[in-house]
Nanobody, 130 residues
Framework: QLQLVESGGGLVQPGGSLRLSCVVS????????IGWFRQSPGKEREGVSC????????AYADPVKGRFTASRDFAKNTVYLQMNNLKPEDTGVYYC???????????????????????WGQGTQVTVSS
């Protein structure tokens, strides 16, 4: 059974940092691309980052480029999202999601399409406020 469990959310002041974790079970990271998405009240879910099953440079949505960094640890079967210089507009519930690896999926036009991901975690709340 494939499972994803996020953690690491919380309340942080603008300019602060958080590191989210996504622990996966039931599959290995080298066969699945992992995406991070977020959703705020009243807004549509939006993609944040994506790491291909084959690795390489992660993809980032424009609003987070230069501030967020995605990485993965095979030994711990965990994907991380390091978020720096957080802004109030980064507030939302953050989800990790998995899709069975297709070559360079994260560089494709489908990367931010939530329907492409078959497995989702329960989400972790991030609140950026002074």
């Amino acid at each position: 059974q494939l499972q994803l469990v996020e953690s690491g959310g919380g309340l942080v002041q603008p300019g602060g940092s958080l590191r989210l974790s996504c622990v996966v079970s039931g599959f290995t990271l080298d066969y699945y691309a992992i995406g991070w998405f977020r959703q705020s009240p009243g807004k549509e879910r939006e993609g944040v980052s994506c790491i291909n099953a084959s690795g390489g440079r992660p993809a980032y949505a424009d609003p987070v480029k230069g501030r967020f960094t995605a990485s993965r640890d095979f030994a711990k079967n965990t994907v991380y999202l390091q978020m720096n210089n957080l802004k109030p507009e980064d507030t939302g519930v953050y989800y990790c999601a998995a899709t069975e690896g297709r070559t360079n999926f994260c560089y494709s036009g489908a990367v931010w399409r939530g329907s492409e991901y078959g497995y989702w975690g329960q989400g972790t709340q991030v609140t950026v406020s002074s």
